[in-house]
């Protein structure tokens, strides 16, 4: 079974600086993508960013960047020059390639920006 | 383009009774899927829905049922509720899950 962890129940930022959300997960699966998801305090999840598993090439979207690590099976998210509307719960999940049809979330990061 | 929309919003229920919750999907989209979110268990899938055909289920009570009308429209219903139901039920819908899922508000669901 798949499992996905998120060990930083809480962060806070200052704006403008930069912030790492740490995500690791474990599978068996060779194939699979991986996501990042916000949810603001209006509880709609909105994607920030998607990797497959299969891309070396680290996914970038803007100001946010991943890195991932697949021996390690780990997955961080980059958050750079952190912004006021970057507050929110961030959920990294997995869904692997073979056709599960169901995300498996993480129990998510509540981060907290600054002014 | 309009997003996913859940009904209704907030729902306040009694023990034993049976909820039905309503999620269209954005237009196009064939596939539905529902999550459970609470502070103590995080989000959980419930099950998915692709063309009328639940494609997988999760790990939830069979109180729990769900289905998809043609017009990819979808309904989950608790049946026997209970306090622990109290969640919010987030609805999602894709073209392809394996790129990005486009989620609703949700429907917040008390049980009393």
């Known amino acids: 079974a798949q499992t996905v962890t998120q060990s930083q129940p809480e962060m806070s930022v200052q704006e403008a600086e930069t912030v790492t959300l740490s995500c690791t997960y474990d599978?068996?699966?060779?194939?699979?993508?991986l996501f990042w998801y916000k949810q603001p305090p209006s509880r709609q999840m909105i994607l920030v960013i998607r990797q497959e598993a299969y891309k070396q090439q680290n996914a970038t979207e803007n100001r946010f960047s991943v890195n991932f690590q697949k021996a390690a099976k780990s997955f961080s998210l980059k958050i750079s020059d952190s912004q006021l509307g970057d507050t929110a719960m961030y959920f990294c999940?997995?869904?692997?390639?073979?056709?599960?049809?169901?995300?498996?979330f993480g129990t998510g990061t509540r981060l907290k920006v600054l002014a | 383009k309009a997003g996913v929309t859940q009904t209704p919003r907030y729902l306040i229920k009694t023990r034993g009774q049976q909820v039905t919750l309503s999620c269209s999907p954005i237009?196009?989209?064939?596939?539905v899927s529902w999550y459970q979110q609470t502070p103590g268990q995080g989000l959980q899938f419930l099950f998915e829905y692709f063309s009328e055909t639940q494609r997988n289920k999760g790990n939830f009570p069979g109180r729990f049922s769900g289905r998809q009308f043609s017009n990819s429209r979808s309904e989950m219903n608790v049946s026997t509720l209970e306090l622990g139901d109290s969640a919010l039920y987030l609805c999602?819908?894709?073209?392809?899950?394996?790129?990005?899922?486009?989620f609703g508000q949700g429907t917040r669901l008390t049980v009393v």
């Open positions: 237009s196009g989209h064939r596939s």
């Open positions: 999602a819908s894709s073209m392809d899950l394996a790129f990005q899922a486009f």
């Open positions: 599978t068996s699966e060779s194939n699979y993508y």
């Open positions: 999940a997995f869904m692997a390639f073979s056709g599960t049809y169901k995300y498996i």
